[in-house]
């Protein structure tokens, strides 16, 4: 795949603004329509709410902070300044915030340009209520998914108002994260370690270079993926090319979520060790293995890797269909 198909499949609009960069060309972002959009708090500090219950005896439940409060209520006054849009399910996070957002009619101005004040009013309450040297409250630009898919609406609705309770238990159940056996997706089946709840993400995103990609090249696909993964987009590669390697490094060093697949799959008894064990401690990584586990050491097929980047594919298709 060459530089411009790639730039083309990821479909980036290189002339709008951060908050106005669109995920699907040609989309009409005016128009009548239904998204699910996801804004990520800077350094997903922990500023909107407090997490309580433990997601299965005790109802998990986000107690919102005075901030928490304030974005909510910015969000619910979207309305009054575009009548032409309604606020649909959203679930306040203790560091984003999913909402769905029903376009009824044309509005004046493109969907960026409305999240774009919705996060200005956000920024006020944040000077006001929180002492901080950092600049802003939100990550810069926004996640959006259009929901235009048979189901989608209703499956999208019900991942917001699970997201409480789907936090409760990566926090409160570690044991989730050992290996597990029989994960399907699609007409592929893996072994797992890590959280498998990263499988259930609303925007999964395949990381898929040519090795053909010059430094230069690849320094510019990295900064497009990791402003993915700061709103939201969980990243999804076998990290074989080396532009699939720096960015999905990149991702994990920057704490982002990812979803790897391997060529050797895992032992009985397999643990994750050193930084990997934190990150699947802190829920951010998910290791996933198509075929047996093996103790000698082998050059991974061409073969194989084409395999391992279309299941990585599949993967991101299943979850949006």
Not at 4 to 23: E, H, I, N, V, Y
Not at 75 to 81: C, Q, R, W
Not at 172 to 194: C, E, K, M, S, W
Not at 250 to 269: D, K, M, R, S, Y
Request: net charge positive.
């Amino acid at each position: 795949m060459d530089w411009d198909r790639f730039k083309s499949k990821q479909q980036w609009a290189g002339d709008l603004k951060p908050s106005m960069k669109r995920r699907r060309v040609g989309h009409d972002y005016q128009g009548r329509c239904i998204y699910m959009i996801t804004l990520v708090v800077k350094g997903r500090r922990p500023l909107l709410g407090t997490l309580t219950g433990d997601g299965v005896i005790e109802p998990a439940i986000v107690e919102p902070t005075p901030l928490g409060h304030a974005v909510i209520q910015s969000l619910k006054g979207i309305p009054t300044f575009y009548p032409e849009i309604d606020i649909w399910p959203f679930q306040l996070m203790p560091n984003h915030l999913h909402a769905i957002v029903f376009v009824k009619e044309r509005i004046p101005a493109h969907l960026g340009k409305v999240i774009n004040g919705f996060k200005v009013g956000c920024n006020r309450a944040y000077k006001e209520l929180v002492k901080s040297d950092q600049p802003g409250l939100w990550e810069e630009g926004y996640n959006d998914m259009i929901l235009d898919r048979e189901g989608q609406l209703q499956r999208m609705k019900a991942y917001i108002l699970d997201n409480p309770r789907r936090l409760a238990i990566k926090r409160n159940h570690p044991d989730l994260f050992r290996v597990q056996r029989n994960i399907n997706v699609g007409n592929y089946t893996f072994a797992a370690l890590g959280n498998v709840f990263l499988l259930e993400s609303p925007c999964l995103m395949q990381v898929q270079c040519t090795r053909k990609l010059t430094k230069e090249q690849i320094s510019t696909i990295v900064h497009q993926f990791l402003s993915h993964a700061q709103n939201g987009a969980v990243l999804v590669s076998p990290s074989i090319s080396p532009g699939e390697k720096a960015v999905m490094k990149t991702a994990f060093e920057h704490g982002f979520p990812v979803i790897v697949l391997q060529e050797n799959g895992f032992a009985p008894l397999a643990k994750p060790g050193g930084r990997r064990f934190d990150a699947c401690a802190r829920g951010r990584l998910l290791m996933l293995a198509p075929w047996e586990h093996h103790n000698d050491k082998r050059t991974i097929k061409r073969s194989q890797c084409l395999d391992l980047n279309e299941m990585a594919r599949v993967i991101c298709i299943t979850r949006q269909q």
